[in-house]
């Protein structure tokens, strides 16, 4: 299955590929500046091709999947510069607006980027933190999570499946904010873990003051009823 935050990364070539065909325009014109525009089109146009063969034909498999979207945005930028490069507004929208669009949309991204990790649960020694696993390895009816203070300016959350999900191990998929919660999208899978109570602890950058925990099977562990 494929999550938000590989389709993110598609994205994030796919556009990479758009500023691959915008710079080769760029070289081709400053050492080939009588290029005709048909010439040009058909430079793109190969070069993704080319691409795209590579991605199937060398490497393949799901290896080659991102050489595959990549070839994908320089024939996007090929099809625009055939259509938009005859007219004077359309070379703007094409060598000024979609740049500037695509710089738009990754500052959007970095903005909204929330950096984490997830704590070795070795270093989880502190009292409290200690104390509250006991808690919940005892009391395995224990679902959501509690927000601890951790250092170097990270808090952390130390998340709880419950006794159902004995056996269970979490993997941490996404973590992204609004302007009112933080969701952490989250995966387990069944891999014997020997918890009672299968847990997992995510330092933050920042934390709102609602958090919402997703797994991919659309179970949603709680808003911070321990916290």
Do not use: W
């Not at 005892?138 to 998340?159: A, H, M």
Request: with cysteine; hydrophobic share 45%; proline share 2%.
């Amino acid at each position: 299955m494929t999550t938000k935050g590989e389709i993110i990364i598609f994205l994030y070539v796919y556009e990479a590929g758009i500023i691959l065909g915008i710079i080769m325009c760029g070289l081709t014109y400053l050492f080939l500046r009588k290029i005709e525009d048909r010439t040009q089109f058909l430079l793109l146009f190969s070069l993704g091709i080319l691409i795209l063969v590579f991605s199937i034909l060398v490497i393949g498999g799901f290896e080659g999947m991102p050489y595959g979207v990549l070839s994908l945005g320089v024939l996007t930028l090929a099809v625009l510069y055939f259509f938009l490069n005859r007219y004077s507004l359309g070379r703007k929208i094409l060598f000024i607006g979609v740049p500037l669009i695509i710089a738009l949309h990754i500052l959007f991204v970095f903005i909204n980027q929330v950096d984490y990790r997830v704590v070795d649960k070795e270093r989880l020694m502190d009292d409290e933190t200690g104390n509250y696993i006991e808690k919940i390895e005892k009391d395995t009816s224990i679902v959501g999570y509690k927000k601890f203070k951790g250092g170097e300016g990270e808090d952390f959350l130390l998340i709880s499946m419950g006794g159902e999900r004995k056996g269970n191990t979490i993997e941490v998929l996404e973590v992204k904010e609004d302007s009112e919660k933080t969701i952490i999208r989250i995966r387990t899978s069944y891999n014997k873990n020997p918890e009672p109570n299968p847990y997992i602890a995510v330092a933050l950058t920042r934390i709102k003051s609602k958090v919402v925990i997703l797994d991919t099977d659309g179970t949603n562990y709680g808003d911070g009823l321990f916290d």
